[in-house]
């Protein structure tokens, strides 16, 4: 719009909405029979634009310009701040529907499926590509029809139902039988969820078996509270795993599987990529079946809790299966001289990505060993375990500033840290892409030095501590801001600030409960604000 016309306060107003309030502007008009402004945009702009004071500012000028509506001339937020007050530039019309189907798409990966509904009713070419599967993926069903049959059948009665990829059978406010069923075998899923929030006792074992072995993704979780309809669908499931299945990952968890026959499991696993027992009760001769027709590259993780004295796996039978292990968690206190053992296979050959050992005391492995293995995991989580000693700190440290280090992400709680000098606290920490260390110890002079390195540059994504209880699954965890953190409150409100805009995520709480203050200075937290830039 042409600011030495009538229309400059339209240009301003518009120039705010595009450069400060980064709202990619597609098209905006006045309806002459409404005489409302429509906006044509993404949903994310529409929701930013209306919000604004600019919106109310447009709407009114052009109400009153519309007579004079030929005199105006747009732009787009590539051009605002290139226009020539003297010459406004006249865009070039251009057809989106002639861009190649593969920029479109690849446009398109960037949108949620509610941008992706909008997108299907734009053309017959944009319908094409927005209808690609894979654009889909992770799309699930809406919260609405969970709430009520008649939001239900409505939703399955129009097209969108088609693009479901993702069934978590979980909580409804209503009771499903095999007519409702039905409605799902029609469906492409890649994957479900099944949990004992939903009642499917009127759903009979054979059409979920069947719904569940055409997906290629399959989670079944909290089995043990509702044992006798779990364990007949288990039991109906792996049959028809024998007989061919598109599964290719499977995640038990809580679940007993003793009942199922070795060779059963045997024949229905051989295929699978990735598998995954979360305190699963199975007997040593399931898990020698399993792991012999088991693929060698499989994916297989492994969760034990031996906390409360009850034996659910033959922690026996892991020495075995240990080096072929992609993910190990164990919460408890292994047999005596097991840890040991453990810690040596590793040592010789190691698989793991992902290792926790919670509540176990690892003051019995030599400083070195518990070192080496410890860095040639990419994840690692040494929560509640007891009594580390500050020798094997010490190694661990050392040796994650070594090239030959894999660890990524650590997390530490109830630990003495103030032990390890500044120096070699601060350098490992900067190696890691995220490290939570909850209520360890830290001295003043480890946080100051950290947060010195992290200020010239680090490899640290996250930095944090987390509280409350902690779900073992790295999206789960819950974490505390960092303004919580011990001595965070002498760093030089310079130095923190740089260190912070060269983290990818940040999380400030600045006192969101009374219990827990924030310990950030004011001079801090506007230093930090005041350095946020396009480089963050």
Known sequence: MNNNSSYGGLHVEARILVEEHQTPLLCFYLDKESNEMKLIADSESQRKVKESEQFEKLEFMLKCTLNEKKKLTFYDDCTLDQCNQQDPILLPLVCYDRLPTEILKAVFEFLGPEDLK????????????????????????????RNSKELFQEFFEGSLSLKLQYLELGQFDFKFDDHYFERFMALSLSCIKITTDIDLSNVSNELLATLVNNCKVCSIS??????????????????????????????LEQTE????????????????????????EISSDQIKAIFKSLKMDANVLI??????GINTFDIERLDSIFDRLTGFSFYGEPLDGQLRRWMDILDNSCKLKNLELLEVDVRQIPPQLLARVMTKVERLNLSFS?????????????????????VKHIELDSMNLRLISPELFAEAVNKL????????????????????????GTNLKKLGTYYGDKEYEETSLETMGMDKMEHIELVEPE???KAVNNLESLQLDLGASFEDKSRLTLTQLLAIVKQLNSKT
């Open 495 to 497: 130095i923190l600030a």
């Open 118 to 145: 909008t997108l299907l009713l734009v053309s017959k070419t944009w319908k094409s590509v927005a209808d690609n599967p894979l654009l889909w993926t992770g799309f699930g069903l809406p919260r609405k029809c």
């Open 433 to 456: 892409e995220s490290f939570y260390y909850g209520s360890c110890k830290v001295s003043e002079s480890q946080v100051l030095e950290m947060f010195r390195i992290m200020s010239l």
């Open 303 to 308: 969760k034990i809790d031996e906390s409360d």
């Open 386 to 406: 007891e009594g580390a000693s500050p020798q094997q700190l010490k190694e661990v440290f050392k040796r994650i500033v070594k090239s030959d280090s894999k």
């Open 222 to 251: 909290d089995a043990f509270l509702v044992p006798k309809k779990f364990g007949a669908l288990l039991k109906v499931l792996f049959k028809k795993m024998c007989m061919g299945t598109k599964i290719k990952s499977l995640k």
């Open 257 to 280: 599987l003793t009942s199922i026959p070795p060779d059963v499991l045997s024949e229905a696993c051989k295929n699978l990529t990735s598998i995954s027992f979360d305190y699963v």
